[in-house]
């Protein structure tokens, strides 16, 4: 048995401190916010609305704020201070206490959940009721009217009322009617303009369209010329650096010819001062003073073949140098004039690219202008056909109305001939 690890281990799971508190009394440890959640209810109701009010700014403000509410709970619960203990984070209550504030927390909410279901059945009554009532002046509405009828069913003049309704309803049809094909015919004017309008919109994105291809076809053109350019510039551009090495190479040339020319002017006066001191013979002063000529000879001649050689390639250079700078300070106007060009016909592509966006948006509102229109039609001829059933309906019923007036002053004629005739008896 590793003793100094199961001291550590009863250390850190806090078994010793739980034995301890359960020896001095106070068996039943609980943190301050969940005993102030679970029996804030069994207080005056006060604390729980200054929880939403209060808002602590850190952590030990909370604590403090927390421990401050479970004693004021405690001191509102007439709990006796030798029953309970306050710590740092929690609250320690000997034991039966804990029991007795569970007991009286299941009590408390007992009261409530029965006051909330009185609350609940008295709203669900009162809906009841108002229900009924409506329904019993729905009803009262009901039989009034219903006597009324009765008592007016077999009077002449409602009868009289009934027929002659209908054929006032007729008038107000007609005039129904006509304002109704009143509105056909400007909805259909207003069509008409519209599919006017349609087709304009429509040539206008032909048009613009097809001078959008032109427009690509000539920046496409403008494009090729500017890489016909730009490969123009760069053959210039190595036909330079070629000529930039070859004159190098001749500088390099002449400057080895210079070290040697040096050298001979220092054999010559190393020839001389020989002379001078007369440590030569003079057959072999001669020698040196014939190869001397010679070499002088020699090297004016050349110096006079490499300086003209020399000029000639300066002149060459000067030359071909100012002309690839003329051609390449066309190639670069050439390219500007391109790519201004260029620039050009993008910002007018874009200018027409924005004109064809505002005609098609156009051509789009219109088409839902269109649709709009068409389906207000189709409402229209269907209200149409309905306005018309009723007044054929309506035509029927006036005939037939009309029939049994007809018959009625009949009736009411030979009505009066039988009582004149009865009078004359």
Same mark, same amino acid.
């Given at each position: 048995?590793n003793i100094p690890l199961t001291r ?231 036909? #330079?650096? &070629?000529? $930039? %090495?070859?004159?190098? *190479? /001749?500088?390099?040339?002449? +400057?080895?010819? @210079?070290?040697?020319? !040096? ?25 040196? #003073?014939? &190869?001397? $000529? %010679?070499?002088?000879? *020699? /090297?004016?001649?050349?110096? +006079?073949?490499? @300086?003209?050689?020399? !000029? ?32 050009q016909w993008k910002r007018k592509t ?20 269109n649709a709009l229109l068409e389906k ?50």
């Amino acid at each position: 048995l590793n003793i100094p690890l199961t001291r550590s281990q009863l250390r850190g799971s806090q078994i010793l401190d739980a034995v301890r508190l359960h020896k001095v009394g106070f068996p039943e440890a609980i943190p301050f916010t969940e005993f102030h959640r679970r029996f804030s209810i069994l207080g005056d109701g006060q604390q729980e609305r200054n929880v939403s009010e209060e808002e602590p700014r850190s952590s030990s403000e909370s604590i403090d704020l927390a421990r401050s509410r479970v004693k004021e709970l405690l001191a509102g619960l007439e709990v006796e201070d030798s029953s309970y203990r306050l710590g740092n984070t929690q609250v320690f209550l000997r034991g039966g206490v804990l029991t007795r504030l569970e007991e009286a927390r299941e009590e408390r909410l007992g009261e409530k959940i029965i006051k909330l279901q009185a609350l609940a059945r008295g709203h669900l009554a009162r809906q009841h009721l108002k229900k009924l009532k409506t329904q019993d002046i729905a009803i009262r509405c009901i039989q009034k009217n219903v006597r009324k009828f009765m008592g007016v069913r077999g009077w002449a003049w409602w009868r009289l009322l009934i027929k002659v309704t209908p054929l006032l309803n007729v008038q107000r049809t007609e005039e129904r009617l006509k304002q109704k094909e009143n509105e056909v015919e400007t909805l259909k004017q207003r069509l008409e303009k519209v599919e006017r309008e349609r087709k304009e919109f429509k040539e206008q994105a032909e048009k613009n369209q097809v001078r959008l291809s032109e427009v690509t076809a000539d920046l496409a053109e403008e494009h090729n010329a500017s890489t016909i350019a730009t490969e123009r510039l760069e053959s210039e551009q190595a036909e #330079r650096m &070629k000529l $930039e %090495r070859e004159k190098a *190479e /001749l500088l390099s040339k002449n +400057k080895a010819l @210079n070290l040697n020319t !040096e050298r001979l002017e220092l054999e010559v006066l190393h020839s001389r001062s020989l002379d001078m001191n007369g440590f030569q013979d003079e057959d072999e002063g001669n020698l040196y #003073r014939a &190869k001397y $000529e %010679r070499a002088m000879k *020699e /090297l004016e001649h050349t110096k +006079k073949l490499f @300086n003209q050689q020399h !000029e000639d390639d300066l002149e060459q250079l000067m030359a071909l140098k100012k002309q690839l700078e003329k051609k390449l300070n066309d190639a670069y106007e050439e390219v500007d004039e391109q790519r201004q060009v260029v620039a050009q016909w993008k910002r007018k592509t874009q200018k027409i690219q924005g004109e064809m966006n505002d005609t098609r948006l156009l051509l789009e509102e219109q088409t839902s202008r269109n649709a709009l229109l068409e389906k207000k039609q189709r409402k229209f001829d269907s209200e149409m056909s309905m306005v018309q059933e009723d007044r054929r309906q309506e035509q029927l019923a006036r005939e037939k109305i009309q029939k049994e007036l007809e018959a009625l002053k009949q009736a009411k004629s030979r009505l009066e001939e039988d009582l004149q005739a009865m009078k004359l008896d």
